[in-house]
């Protein structure tokens, strides 16, 4: 495996950045501010948190003037919210939850021997990260999520490398253990087949790689529609082997942003997350001309996501 396939980082903090990352780092290491902060990203109103936090007026005064100074929150018209940075670097402080690390699934030899090879190769990849019986777990629930699913057999193999290398990447990501300097994004409908595929598909050509995409599904499909993949090409984006993939709680605690599209709740929902709710029709139960309309409507709210991301579209104009 070359070095370039191994986790990085990214690329080193200038000094400016370096200055102003310890200085939030430094207001979060006041357990107040922090508090506050985690309340504010829970939706609870500031003039609320007093009494929702048991603390003193004075003292939650003082640290979102604190969480203001450092970027960690911005007075949107009078209504403290957390900033993007906040989501994207910190997001999962706010959160309790403690993170399991294996699946509960089958044993990995009771599998084909295909699996097997899966698991020895991402055992390696991430090698670095976690235990050969972490992978090995995950890969074994990743193939037995998609086989139950797979009518076509010819590809799970395929997929299912996939899917486990990225359902480990989230969980590495959730854990702190590889890091990220872009926004992580997850779009979930019902069937992971229209609108998060156009969702994630827009969200990748417009960023150009600036964004971390992921898209699942409450109930997947087969495979992604080729009336969606079609609509797509017309507007020239691609899905580029894209298919849809069962929604596990892994890529949820690894978002910073989670965007759902008429899947009820059968999202998980943990703190520390920006959970956003894009009430669109399923273009499959549409004509092409319907299609196109919701299509147009999901490559909007796109670039409006990219807005608040901070993150300048490309190929904005077609």
């Not at 780092?25 to 939706?43: C, F, H, M, T």
């Not at 979102?64 to 018209?77: F, G, K, Q």
């Not at 403690?98 to 090698?127: H, N």
Request: with cysteine; charged share 25%.
């Amino acid at each position: 495996m070359s070095d370039n396939a191994r986790h990085r980082v990214g690329k080193p903090l200038d000094e400016r950045a370096a200055r102003d990352r310890a200085a939030q780092v430094s207001v979060l290491g006041n357990p107040d501010i922090l508090r506050v902060l985690s309340a504010l990203a829970s939706d609870v109103p500031a003039a609320s948190i007093p009494a929702k936090l048991g603390m003193k007026q004075a003292v939650v005064d003082a640290a979102l003037h604190s969480l203001l100074m450092t970027a960690l929150v911005r007075d949107d018209e009078g209504r403290m919210t957390p900033t993007v940075d906040t989501w994207v670097r910190f997001g999962r402080l706010l959160s309790s939850e403690s993170l399991q690390t294996e699946p509960a699934t089958p044993s990995v030899t009771d599998l084909p021997q295909g699996v097997m090879t899966i698991v020895a190769d991402l055992a390696y990849r991430f090698s670095s990260t976690f235990s050969p019986e972490t992978v090995a777990s995950y890969v074994a629930q990743s193939y037995l999520l998609l086989s139950q699913r797979a009518r076509v057999r010819e590809h799970l193999l395929t997929m299912t490398e996939r899917y486990a290398a990225d359902r480990l990447e989230a969980l590495a990501t959730a854990q702190g253990l590889l890091l990220r300097d872009t926004p992580e994004v997850l779009f979930v409908c019902v069937q992971n087949a229209g609108r998060s595929q156009m969702a994630g598909a827009f969200l990748r050509h417009l960023s150009s790689g600036k964004v971390h995409v992921r898209t699942a599904g409450s109930s997947p499909a087969e495979a992604a529609h080729p009336r969606v993949a079609a609509a797509l090409l017309e507007a020239g984006v691609e899905l580029w082997g894209e298919f849809p993939k069962p929604l596990t709680d892994d890529v949820v605690r690894a978002a910073d942003y989670v965007i759902t599209m008429g899947c009820g709740d059968a999202c998980p929902v943990f703190p520390g997350r920006r959970y956003m709710e894009w009430d669109l029709p399923d273009p499959l139960e549409l004509d092409d001309a319907g299609l196109r309309d919701v299509r147009d409507d999901i490559r909007s709210r796109v670039l409006d996501l990219l807005v608040e991301l901070g993150v300048e579209p490309q190929d904005a104009s077609r």
